[in-house]
């Protein structure tokens, strides 16, 4: 056995010193090294079970050889993790000691932008968020011209509270500091760029109130704001910054013949500044040759900025990542980010429907490769270090978001400053003045602000205005005609998240306008004729309270988008559909029931939708149109739809914690005939149907299994409510053929509401459960039969547990469990053989468990389940409860609560039941004493 790759390696580990070269060297090799291992041992396997040979001493020796080798390589890397962090970590602890201490009420953390401010704090909340358990966490980032009255609204958003709409600053001030004193709290003020008088805003600090946080690239805010303690960060080393740009261009690399010293001098450029290195880095991914390194040092040096000021040092950095995209598209979407209030955070979904709004792509092509082009746009400009992912911790999950640094954003800004006005979020009450209006602009962004009307007499000439977003601006009622009077050219009117009640007529003739946006405008009654409007691609009326259909719709014969959806539409009037022959996406879910398509036909005449959903006016409608994606499936019909039958069916609210994953096929059917023998129409079924809801049948079921043509699904949610009859969800059966429960391996969310004749999630049959013999393979390993990871159970009152010990690795998959008000429910997992309680049970993934209101509980299992992977534990109303045996993990010492993704971070329990939960055994190898730190009674 060939041993030279291990000597080499151990080499690597024997001679190692620090360097991050030389890790980078290590891990390459490494990787070889497991490659090779995975080909011996498919080879060994191989030979063993086809030629029945053994295989020799010496390849098990190799083996093990091999593992040490890995579990040497694996400490070494985590060492140089933790020398990495050396830094960084010392100002961590430094911050939080001085929290702990009673005469620090202010800390102050100030330097340069770009070099890791807002990055140190970010790990200071979250911590502060897994280890708090009295008081909470607040974050506000204050911006540029963040007046008093914006800064105090941002704080009481944080305690989700609305301060008086006045003028008034005492008065606001006074209901804030009334707010703040409830609890103790730990406020942290990111990015200030003036000194506040805590006093003025409604802060009062006390070692038993409120400590504050703040960030600054000035030292005088810190000292002007009188800090306790101020905390200086500095630029990196020249040996850290080496080592970050190496790092973070990913792949283990080795310099060729030169290049080394040319990519130094690269690194050099950065100044110390680590968004700048991974900026600049990043771009560099992949580039080997000296000539690439060498032309992106003489582009780093030509990208200057005029000014020798730190601010214009920082930029012409920046500057170097946007103009390598290469590439218009890219870096028009870039500049458009610019369009946002400062340390916007924005979700993926809501980004990718804003560039394709604003018409930053051609339509040429279809919805999906539109979407798929932009989601490759934002994935670009990701890895590009221009646009970052952030994570939001909540109370029981996180959740992702996207926004562009403010120091990208500044320096956007000073890109495009002659033809954009960019004055978002900055609390404006009025419009900017007329002046400010110049004949160059061809973008304005004045959202989220708080302008209240647009009166007569403000007209501005703007005749290169492409696009104008007054989104978020939740008090606007009223715009007068003349405002939008003199923009011929206007492509893009975003009024979305506005108090409107009537648009202007001058909306008639923007000839031009291709976008307009309305969107949750819930006062809104009034559009004005369209028929002039031949342009318009995109018309969103969602969530807004129109009733009837704006009149010239029927003339908008270039619409490619047309959302209705949940808005007080009440009709379609007949002969509409068929004269918009563009439309790509209809979305006629209106919250007013009455709104349903009366003849399919119509909507089979839309040749080129991609998306649809709407009501059908009765069962025949509904079928029609199936037989029409049947008809058409994979050949040219719809791609994503949601079809409901009958009008009167009324969804019901997804959860705010665990939503069911984004589904692209549909159907929901209420009060209607499902089963089979009673001589009515039944619904047809849509082949690869994801998301099924069923409510209300006029007949029961006795399993999911009896759901007609379920074979042909592929469903991933399921949601049932109010059916009769049905005892189980799934029976199980060792006669039944494996691919009878093959529909059942896509299943990922279930959501079960007041089965009233619910025993168990999954029962086996009579014959089953009385054979001396376990049930076959296929149904005993869990995570085969089926991919369930969430499961909602509400009011189903029969339910004495949702399944046996024998079938919960069934549940294999399982990462989310939430049971509610079943008040027969006695014990979760009900143990079959009592005098086996030894052995344990495993629930590998499950993340959350939520126990709410269960009157008759009192135990989730008698047997101890390993809970590996728990973070969150809910116990609330389960009085009865007196036992838990649930093995969690806890992090090891020395480290942090929450520290890790598979540990335990939060046990909640309600605020009045202390003294229950102090009586609760917890029967498990973990003392109960440690799980102190992590109970949260709210």
């Known amino acids: 056995m060939d041993l030279s790759m291990i000597l080499g390696i151990a080499q690597l580990i024997k001679d190692y010193t620090g360097l991050e070269q030389k890790t980078q060297t290590l891990l390459h090799e490494l990787e070889k090294l497991t490659r090779k291992e995975d080909d011996v041992v498919s080879q060994v396997k191989n030979e063993e079970s086809k030629l029945g040979r053994k295989r020799k001493r010496d390849v098990d020796d190799w083996l093990e050889q091999v593992e040490r080798t890995k579990a040497k390589a694996s400490c070494l890397e985590r060492e140089v993790a933790a020398r990495r962090w050396d830094a960084f970590q010392k100002h961590l602890s430094k911050v939080l000691s001085r929290l702990r201490d009673d005469k620090v009420l202010k800390i102050g953390i100030f330097g340069m932008g770009g070099v890791g401010k807002t990055t140190l704090v970010t790990h200071i909340h979250n911590h502060l968020l897994k280890e708090t358990t009295n008081g909470k966490v607040l974050w506000v980032t204050v911006s540029q011209e963040c007046s008093i009255h914006m800064l105090q609204d941002k704080i009481a958003k944080c305690l989700d509270r609305t301060l008086s709409n006045v003028d008034d600053q005492i008065q606001r001030a006074a209901e804030l500091s009334h707010y703040l004193k409830r609890e103790r709290h730990v406020l942290i003020l990111d990015d200030l760029w003036c000194s506040y008088s805590l006093e003025d805003v409604g802060i009062q600090l006390g070692f038993d109130r409120c400590k504050l946080i703040l960030t600054s690239r000035s030292l005088n805010v810190c000292k002007q704001m009188l800090c306790d303690e101020v905390i200086r960060l500095e630029p990196l080393p020249a040996d850290e910054a080496w080592n970050l740009f190496v790092r973070n261009l990913k792949h283990p690399i080795v310099f060729y013949p030169g290049v080394e010293s040319v990519a130094r001098s690269v690194a050099d450029e950065c100044g110390g500044l680590p968004l700048g290195i991974m900026v600049i880095s990043g771009s560099m991914r992949g580039m080997t040759d000296i000539e690439e390194w060498r032309n992106a040092l003489y582009e780093l040096r030509e990208a200057r900025f005029s000014g020798d000021c730190m601010e214009e040092k920082v930029f012409r950095i920046l500057k170097f990542s946007y103009t390598r995209l290469n590439d218009p598209t890219l870096q028009q979407c870039f500049l458009h980010l610019a369009l946002y209030p400062e340390d916007h955070r924005i979700s993926r979904e809501n980004l990718i429907r804003d560039f394709l709004m604003v018409g930053l792509l051609s339509d040429s092509k279809s919805w999906e490769e539109e979407y798929d082009m932009v989601y490759t746009i934002i994935n670009k400009l990701v890895n590009a270090c221009l646009l970052e992912r952030i994570q939001i911790s909540h109370a029981y999950y996180e959740r992702d978001y996207l926004k562009i640094h403010d120091l990208f954003r500044d320096m956007a800004i000073s890109m495009v400053r002659s033809q954009f006005m960019i004055k978002a979020g900055l609390g404006l009450r009025?419009?900017?003045?007329?002046?400010?209006?110049?004949?160059?602009?061809?973008?304005?962004?004045?959202?989220?602000?708080?302008?209240?009307?647009?009166?007569?007499?403000?007209?501005?000439?703007?005749?290169?205005?492409?696009?104008?977003?007054?989104?978020?601006?939740?008090?606007?009622?009223?715009?007068?005609?003349?405002?939008?009077?003199?923009?011929?050219?206007?492509?893009?009117?975003?009024?979305?998240?506005?108090?409107?009640?009537?648009?202007?007529?001058?909306?008639?003739?923007?000839?031009?306008?291709?976008?307009?946006?309305?969107?949750?405008?819930?006062?809104?009654?009034?559009?004005?004729?369209?028929?002039?409007?031949?342009?318009?691609?995109?018309?969103?009326?969602?969530?807004?309270?129109?009733?009837?259909?704006?009149?010239?719709?029927?003339?908008?014969?270039?619409?490619?988008?047309?959302?209705?959806?949940?808005?007080?539409?009440?009709?379609?009037?007949?002969?509409?559909?068929?004269?918009?022959?563009?439309?790509?996406?209809?979305?006629?879910?209106?919250?007013?029931?009455?709104?349903?398509?009366?003849?399919?036909?119509?909507?089979?005449?839309?040749?080129?939708?991609?998306?649809?959903?709407?009501?059908?006016?009765?069962?025949?409608?509904?079928?029609?149109?199936?037989?029409?994606l049947k008809l058409r499936d994979g050949d040219g019909g719809p791609k994503q739809w949601e079809l409901i039958m009958p009008i009167i069916y009324k969804e019901e609210n997804a959860s705010r914690v665990f939503g069911p994953p984004i589904c692209s096929k549909t159907v929901r059917l209420g009060a209607c005939h499902i089963k089979e023998g009673g001589g009515e129409e039944l619904p047809l079924f849509p082949k690869g149907i994801e998301c099924l809801s069923i409510k209300d049948p006029f007949d029961g079921m006795r399993s999911l299994m009896d759901?007609?043509?379920?074979?042909?699904?592929?469903?991933?949610?399921?949601?049932?409510?109010?059916?009769?009859?049905?005892?189980?969800?799934?029976?199980?059966?060792?006669?039944?053929?494996?691919?009878?429960?093959?529909?059942?391996?896509?299943?990922?969310?279930?959501?079960?509401?007041?089965?009233?004749?619910?025993?168990?999630?999954?029962?086996?049959?009579?014959?089953?459960?009385?054979a001396a013999g376990p049930l076959p393979g296929w149904i005993s390993e869990g995570e085969g039969f089926w991919g369930l990871k969430t499961v909602y159970i509400y009011k189903c009152c029969k339910m004495k547990n949702l399944l046996t010990d024998t079938l919960l690795s069934l549940l294999a998959n399982l990462e989310n469990l939430h049971i509610q008000e079943c008040e027969a429910m006695e014990e979760v997992i009900a143990v079959t053989k009592a005098d086996d309680l030894t052995s344990t049970l495993s629930l590998p993934k499950l993340r959350t468990l939520c126990l709410r209101d269960l009157k008759a509980l009192k135990s989730i299992c008698t047997k101890t389940i390993m809970c590996n992977s728990l973070q969150y534990v809910t116990l609330q109303q389960c009085k009865k409860l007196e036992r838990i045996a649930l093995h969690v993990g806890l992090p090891h010492d020395g480290e942090l609560p929450g520290g890790k993704d598979n540990c335990l971070r939060a046990i909640h329990v309600g605020k009045d039941e202390k003294e229950w939960w102090e009586s609760v055994n917890w029967d498990s190898p973990v003392d109960k004493s440690l799980l102190r730190p992590y109970v949260r009674y709210r």
């Open 707 to 770: 759901i007609p043509s379920i074979a042909d699904c592929k469903l991933r949610v399921c949601g049932l409510k109010r059916i009769p009859g049905m005892e189980h969800l799934v029976l199980l059966s060792s006669s039944s053929p494996a691919d009878y429960y093959a529909p059942l391996q896509s299943l990922e969310y279930l959501k079960l509401d007041a089965l009233d004749d619910l025993r168990a999630l999954v029962e086996a049959a009579a014959a089953a459960a009385a």
């Open 430 to 628: 009025e419009l900017p003045a007329e002046e400010e209006w110049r004949e160059g602009l061809e973008r304005v962004s004045l959202m989220h602000n708080w302008i209240k009307e647009i009166p007569a007499g403000i007209s501005p000439s703007c005749p290169r205005l492409l696009v104008l977003l007054m989104n978020n601006n939740y008090f606007l009622k009223e715009i007068h005609y003349s405002f939008l009077s003199r923009m011929p050219a206007l492509q893009v009117l975003n009024l979305s998240y506005t108090g409107i009640e009537t648009l202007p007529s001058s909306i008639s003739d923007l000839h031009n306008l291709s976008a307009l946006l309305l969107h949750k405008c819930e006062k809104l009654r009034y559009v004005p004729s369209l028929v002039k409007l031949k342009a318009l691609r995109t018309l969103d009326l969602s969530w807004s309270a129109i009733k009837k259909a704006p009149a010239g719709l029927e003339g908008l014969v270039n619409l490619r988008t047309f959302d209705a959806g949940y808005s007080k539409l009440k009709e379609m009037p007949n002969g509409i559909l068929p004269k918009l022959s563009h439309l790509k996406h209809l979305d006629l879910k209106s919250a007013d029931k009455s709104l349903a398509v009366k003849n399919a036909r119509e909507l089979i005449s839309l040749k080129r939708l991609e998306k649809v959903r709407c009501r059908f006016k009765d069962i025949r409608e509904y079928n029609a149109y199936v037989e029409y």
